[in-house]
């Protein structure tokens, strides 16, 4: 089994910034993509940005240069540090990770930005 831990969320005015974090922890062999995904209410969960073992990133248009995704292999944790940040970023934001082709979500952290 595998556990994804998040923590860092929370309320910010706009133009803030915060720092998620993602910590993988149990049978884990080698982690290949990591990232996060978010939901805003009433929509669908889309992509914010993803992070290969490789350290290639990839981000949805609308976080992209406010977004930064890193990671840190020897600790299994994903980070994302958002800045600039939007009432439109207001959503519950998920980790994965995705071990040996299977994909592992956690529990989810929300972010509220006012205006």
């Known amino acids: 089994q595998v556990q994804l831990v998040e923590s860092g969320g929370g309320l910010v005015q706009a133009g803030g910034s915060l720092r998620l974090s993602c910590a993988a922890s149990?049978?884990?062999?080698?982690?290949?993509?990591m990232g996060w995904f978010r939901q805003a209410p009433g929509k669908q969960r889309e992509l914010g940005a993803i992070?290969?073992?490789?350290?290639?990133?990839n981000y949805a248009t609308s976080v992209k240069g406010r977004f930064t995704i890193s990671r840190d292999n020897a600790k299994n944790t994903v980070y994302l540090q958002m800045n600039s940040l939007k009432p439109e970023d207001t959503a519950v934001y998920y980790c994965?990770?995705?071990?040996?082709?299977?994909?592992?979500w956690g529990q989810g952290t929300q972010v509220t930005v006012s205006s």
């Open positions: 994965f990770v995705n071990i040996q082709n299977r994909q592992y």
């Open positions: 149990g049978s884990i062999f080698s982690i290949n993509t």
């Open positions: 992070i290969s073992s490789g350290g290639n990133t």
